[in-house]
């Protein structure tokens, strides 16, 4: 596996590429174009200067997070064959600059969704949190009123001011898509741009919804094991594969995270790792990365992935915010050090005792 930190580019992120640089075991990054609206076709002068740009600082670009689906793909309306032209344009690029991973989701209209971007913990620091008595009573289409008081001066991502100033109009246009028809739009979506795919080995990596079940009354299909599957075998190439997130998959404890990384052996293209602190089924924070800290068994979710030898950029997931850091909730620089930290210390743990015949594969 190869470690990795999410940045969101120079005059977008608080942390540098020379902060990242010093964290002892982070090799890459995973970046995007953050300027770009979903549905653009990316510049190939755009996408060489990130490159280099990271390149410069002594990493590597391990991968794109996120090149966004516009709406009308994931609804299914006669414009999407220009949207997917666009993508294939982008990911034709990509692929010529040397980029052979790409992370999407295909959650209509939020990306996640949270109830409060700084919760206090115990310990002092603040996290992203979900309770669902919260979320029920919000009006979705004041979802972003209410959290973008505590974004701390930043755009956070699935979050773009541009895309929620018409989101009345977007829950409109999703009336009748349900969760069959969202699944039938996703295969239409991933057979066309599998040629481009295969022809320049981009491996397509879809992120689990977050939380695992349908909000506000939208369809949600990237929840578990069974439709994941059913994605896998719908469109059978290996570069239609997923982001297993365990904080998403997470949010529904039915959800076995170990299990379900087994079962997508080869198909697991890019990892995020990280923890969460269930106060009951409802009501959920996204603690420190240790296993002691919240509610998984982090050695089992590193076993898991290290026994389906998994090769490709994973990276800490949303951090705390601690030590007075003022940064993109979840996206500060400590906490998600200490988490790569960590998840170094877990891999090198397991890949020694498998070496001495501690830990059979
Ligand atoms: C990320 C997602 O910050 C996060 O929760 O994991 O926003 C993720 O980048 C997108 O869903 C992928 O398209
Ligand atoms: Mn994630």
Known sequence: MQMTLRWYGTGYDTVTLKQIRQIPGVTGVISTLYGTQPGEVWETSDI????????????????????????????GTPDREQYIDNYITTLERLGQADVHMVCYNFMPVFDWTRSELARKRPDGSTVLAYNQAAIDAIVPEKMFETISGEMNGTV????EPERMAHVKELFEAYSDVDDEKLFANLKYFLERIMPVCDKYDINMAIHPDDPAWSVFGLPRIIINKANILRMMQMVDNPHNGVTFCSGSYGTNLENDLPDMIRSLKGRIHFAHVRNLKFNSQQDFEEAAHLSSDGSFDMYEIMLALYDIGFDGPIRPDHGRMIWDEVAMPGYGLYDRALGATYLNGLWEAIEKSHERGVTPR
């Open 48 to 75: 060489l200067a990130l490159k280099k740009e990271i390149e410069d600082a002594g990493l590597k670009l391990a991968g794109i997070e996120s090149v966004n689906i516009h709406d009308a793909i994931k609804i």
């Open 156 to 159: 956070m991502p699935g979050w």
